[in-house]
């Protein structure tokens, strides 16, 4: 197993791996976007050169940022049990709509706000419900000889890179006004997504894949040490590979892309408020700690920070619909 980090120390950024309770640096100028463009066989053996003679310093004296600076990042719907009851919950309407069946559906997000784990997060201007989301993200390398391009399953699963946790943090209310437009989400989601603590490359999982490609790893949140929600990763409506291959589908995927698999069942608090028909467990609130933990990759923990306050959001001109210009007076 190898663990690929980014990380601050004594005032400056480092990158390399993590072993144990110590983290080697790679050579002066060389980066995780490196790695990934190198592809996995020659990480591995970068790693092998590395670990234990490139220069080291203990983990607790550093602070891990997110393990990689994503290209894009693409967060997948894929658990049919989060769906049912964040739908509750932001539509007032039960069960899954037949669409969401019929092929994996994500959206785009910022990654340009992305955290590591420690990091404090602010509440974004006029939300009173801002919520979590526990997630496991795939993180796309380099394949000799293709483009990531109409990728097969098969191939798809070459391109998994790694794997971290992904905290996708949402502004509920923000949210719940925006999908009624039919576009977004938004300011609901662009604030904030949390990755790390690291990546675990993808060779540590491949011997625990199911017969259709599912990893039945552990995924467990909790706020203020106390159990929120816990589920399995194989409980997906589609394994990774898959996700990865409909990416590509039309498109491209590239090195540095990071691919989320969704909120876990009960891996939110708007679920469990769909599901009470209440906002019980409570929106969270300015100092809140939010810990996510995955089976074979690790934790991430972040504290809740104080609300903003903005005034940029204005109400829509009910413009005239015209469709000649009026005249401009002379003179003017």
């Avoid at 990546?199 to 491949?206: L, N, R, S, W, Y």
């Avoid at 408020?273 to 019980?280: H, V």
């Amino acid at each position: 197993m190898v663990k690929i980090a980014r990380w601050n120390h004594d005032g400056g950024t480092q990158s390399g791996f993590v072993d144990g309770g110590t983290c080697f640096a790679l050579p002066a100028g060389q980066g995780v976007q490196a790695l990934l463009d190198a592809g996995l066989e020659e990480t591995l053996r970068r790693a092998r050169q590395t670990i234990g003679s490139g220069p080291a310093v203990p983990l607790a004296d550093v602070q891990l940022l997110a393990p990689l600076v994503p290209a894009t990042i693409r967060d997948f719907v894929a658990f049919e049990e989060h769906v049912e009851g964040v739908r509750k919950s932001i539509d007032g309407v039960a069960g899954v709509v037949p669409e969401w069946y019929e092929a994996p559906t994500f959206y785009f997000t910022n990654p340009h706000t992305v955290t590591g784990t420690g990091e404090v997060i602010g509440i974004p201007a006029g939300c009173e419900d801002l919520d979590f989301e526990t997630e496991v993200a795939a993180v796309v390398g380099r394949v000799s000889g293709s483009d990531g391009r109409n990728l097969t399953a098969a191939e798809a699963h070459s391109h998994i890179f790694g794997y971290t946790v992904l905290n996708d943090w949402s502004a509920r209310d923000l949210q719940r006004r925006e999908m009624k437009v039919s576009l977004g989400p938004c300011k609901g989601k662009d604030f904030a997504n949390t990755l790390g603590p690291w990546i675990v490359t993808a060779d540590e999982f491949e011997d625990l894949h199911d017969a259709e490609g599912f990893l039945p790893i552990s995924m467990a949140v909790e706020v203020n040490g106390e159990a929120v929600g816990q589920d399995l990763l194989s409980n997906m409506g589609w394994p990774f590979a898959e996700l990865v291959a409909y990416a590509s589908q039309d498109s491209v995927v590239r090195p540095g892309d990071v691919l989320g698999s969704g909120t876990c069942g009960s891996g939110c608090l708007a679920e469990l408020w769909g599901r009470n028909g209440s906002k019980t467990p409570p929106p969270l609130k300015t100092g809140d700690v939010v810990r996510m933990s995955v089976e074979g990759i690790g934790s991430i923990e972040n504290t809740v920070g104080e609300s903003r306050s903005a005034g940029t959001r204005v109400r829509a001109r009910q413009r005239p619909r015209n469709r000649v210009a009026s005249a401009v007076p002379s003179g003017t």
